[in-house]
């Protein structure tokens, strides 16, 4: 979907133009100044304002409902993702290194200080990997299955609100949508 162009909005004084135009959100208010100090590009712009409120959507997101999610539970959002990726992987809730890295959101840089950290809070420990006596796997203790099986309904409770200014239809759209956008910045050859 494209943004409609609109007329440049006329230079007003203020910093930000038009304090009508602070009602808008930043995305837009920088294509506007764009549209006005490039009009060459203006029909270009769109790409620019879908990536601004997506980037702008994570940062509110994180930082308005997960981040506190997660510190409610005494965790960072890796470590969430650490104990959660074992919790979801069904019993007996253990994977190697590299299971957790491909299955998390996140890098593999940080995994083994998440590791230490969660092994030294007690809700995951080293084990020895079942066929390979050189490697390891990472098990979950009964104290971190509790701890993610009894925080989970507050923590989807809390990604219920986060995404209500959306229907459950359009939702769904916008799931849809990004699992395209996603898979087609990841794979180059796959676009329509």
Known sequence: MTTPSRPPSKPSGHLFGDPEDLLIDRAERARRQWQREIPEIADELSPMVLLGRLNEASQVLARDYLVPAYAEIG?????????????????????????????????????????????????????????????????????????????????IATQQRAVSGLSPKEQGQLSDLLEKLIRSVNDPLAKP
């Open 75 to 155: 965790l960072k959002s890796g470590e969430f993702d650490v104990l959660a990726t074992l919790v979801r992987s069904g019993p007996p809730y253990k994977l190697t290194p590299t299971e957790l890295y491909r299955s998390t959101m996140m890098s593999s840089g940080g995994m083994t200080a998440r590791l230490d950290k969660l092994e030294k809070a007690d809700l995951v420990e080293r084990c020895p990997h079942p066929d390979d006596r050189r490697a390891l796997t990472v098990c979950l203790t009964e104290k971190g299955l509790k701890l993610i099986k009894d925080q989970m309904p507050d923590y």
